[in-house]
């Protein structure tokens, strides 16, 4: 069945300190993948999107993910971590699953950052 | 512009009763799929909706349905509720169908059911 993994349901870094957010998904064809933010009751906000090509795609407020193929994963990096980005992330995977289109989120990885 | 629009924001209801959410997609977004998010779960894809008709529809009981009217506006339904219904409900916005598959939804900040 198709998913997608979150490893670490909560991380915490220190404000300066680089960040690496790890997601696995299982899918059998070229899946469309997004990483999306969520902020403390808010609404979900796309922060970057990979559909093909260039393997390393940059996205809002300073993210960059990076496609790899050989390993099923699609990371989200970040190399100077604000105060406000502390908030709820999810990674996502488009596909077709039952002749419906739709988003299949990860179970999302909490950032705390500390001052 | 205005972002996608979600009422109420709170309610609380009782197990057997039925409950209505609104959405208000941003003006031009044709369409509107609709999530639950919960602790356990996560964000589970309930439907999506275009031009007045459902296209797309996750792995939920029939207890759960939706409609959307000309002006793009949707509602969901959920009836005889159960203690399991409680969640936060998301609607999500975008210009095309299919947008799980082509690009950008934005979300509403969501409808918080508690159901006791």
């Known amino acids: 069945a198709q998913s997608v993994t979150q490893p670490d349901i909560h991380i915490t870094v220190s404000e300066g300190a680089s960040l690496e957010l790890r997601c696995n998904y299982s899918y059998g064809a070229t899946p469309y993948l997004f990483w999306y933010v969520q902020s403390p009751g808010q609404g979900l906000q796309l922060l970057l999107k990979y559909f093909s090509g260039d393997t390393l795609v940059q996205g809002i407020k300073g993210f960059e993910a990076e496609f790899k193929r050989s390993q099923s994963s699609f990371n989200l990096r970040k190399p100077s971590v604000h105060w406000s980005d502390a908030a709820e992330y999810f990674c996502?995977?488009?596909?077709?699953?039952?002749?419906?289109?739709?988003?299949?989120f990860g179970k999302g990885t909490k950032l705390t950052v500390n001052p | 512009k205005a972002g996608v629009t979600q009422t109420p924001r709170y309610l609380i209801k009782t197990r057997g009763q039925q409950v209505t959410l609104s959405c208000s997609p941003i003006s031009g977004h044709r369409s509107v799929s609709w999530y639950q998010q919960t602790p356990g779960q996560g964000l589970q894809f309930l439907f999506e909706?275009?031009?007045?008709?459902?296209?797309n529809k996750g792995n939920f009981p029939g207890r759960f349905s939706g409609r959307q009217f000309s002006n793009s506006r949707s509602e969901m339904n959920v009836s005889t509720l159960e203690l399991g219904d409680s969640a936060l409900y998301l609607c999500?916005?975008?210009?095309?169908?299919?947008?799980?598959?082509?690009?950008?939804?934005?979300f509403g900040e969501g409808s918080r059911l508690t159901v006791l």
């Open positions: 909706y275009f031009s007045e008709t459902q296209r």
């Open positions: 999500a916005s975008s210009l095309a169908l299919a947008s799980a598959r082509t690009g950008e939804l934005f």
């Open positions: 996502a995977v488009g596909l077709t699953q039952g002749g419906s289109e739709k988003l299949v």
